[in-house]
């Protein structure tokens, strides 16, 4: 099993631009999460699916963070226009039951 | 109120020793579940161990044994015979309820640094 997948892991952009995270969960889980983790806040919930429906967005800090899951195993993460405030590791994770699996992350940085 | 309270500072323990690693939690929920994870420098998290609330037993996983006070609301993280890979950030976190309310609330964190 390849575990969760996340592409890419380092991304450097200048405020203005648009990006873009991807996540591939593991095959056969049906809860997938987004998480922001910085020094100041620690690790944060953005966003969790259920069977690719969103349950729960209201961790999503601005209308300038969108996320989206169109089948069981792909979900992206877009913001837009970024800030440097997003600067940040992207967690994506998933879980069957109770465990839940992180991906490797993605570093923002946004200059 | 915080959730998940985790406030030592960094710790420290020589290799081979046992270390304690706290976290209190706050919840009004019967059902709920907690867990630890570790994240070394590389960044990555790694699931360690989980308790549920209805767990009778301490649960454990190898030199990880968690040390459940339901009454105290307490879930501290016991590493027996420290390793030197074992030197990262632990992360307690819960999910309260059950069901499709599946998301983990994380504390802030503790660093843990093992001496030989």
């Known amino acids: 099993d390849a575990g969760v997948i996340q592409s890419p892991r380092h991304e450097v952009t200048e405020m203005g631009q648009e990006v873009t995270l991807r996540c591939k969960p593991i095959?056969?889980?049906?809860?997938l999460f987004w998480y922001r983790q910085t020094m100041m806040r620690g690790l944060e919930l953005l966003i969790y699916?259920?069977?690719?429906?969103?349950?729960?967005d209201s961790g999503m800090p601005e209308d300038r963070f969108s996320a989206k899951m169109p089948n069981a195993s792909f979900s992206t993460l877009k913001i837009q226009p970024s800030e440097p405030r997003d600067s940040a590791v992207y967690f994506c994770?998933?879980?069957?039951?109770?465990?839940?699996?992180f991906g490797p992350g993605t570093r923002l940085t946004v200059l | 109120a915080q959730k998940i309270t985790q406030t030592q500072p960094g710790m420290f323990v020589q290799e081979k020793e046992a270390v304690t690693l706290d976290c209190t939690y706050d919840?009004?929920?019967?059902?709920?579940?907690l867990f630890w994870y570790k994240q070394p420098s590389s960044g990555e998290m790694i699931f360690l161990i989980y308790?549920?609330?209805?767990?009778?037993q301490n649960a454990t996983e190898g030199r990880y044994s968690l040390n459940f006070q339901k009454a105290r609301k307490s879930a501290n993280l016991v590493i027996s015979a420290s390793q030197l890979g074992d030197s990262a950030m632990y992360f307690c976190?819960?999910?309260?309820?059950?069901?499709?309310?599946?998301?983990?609330?994380f504390g802030k964190g503790i660093t843990l640094s093992v001496r030989p």
């Open positions: 308790q549920g609330s209805y767990d009778e």
């Open positions: 994770a998933s879980s069957f039951n109770l465990e839940q699996f």
């Open positions: 976190a819960m999910r309260e309820g059950s069901g499709a309310n599946s998301k983990l609330t």
């Open positions: 699916f259920n069977n690719n429906v969103p349950i729960d």
């Open positions: 095959s056969g889980h049906d809860y």
């Open positions: 919840t009004s929920d019967q059902s709920y579940g």
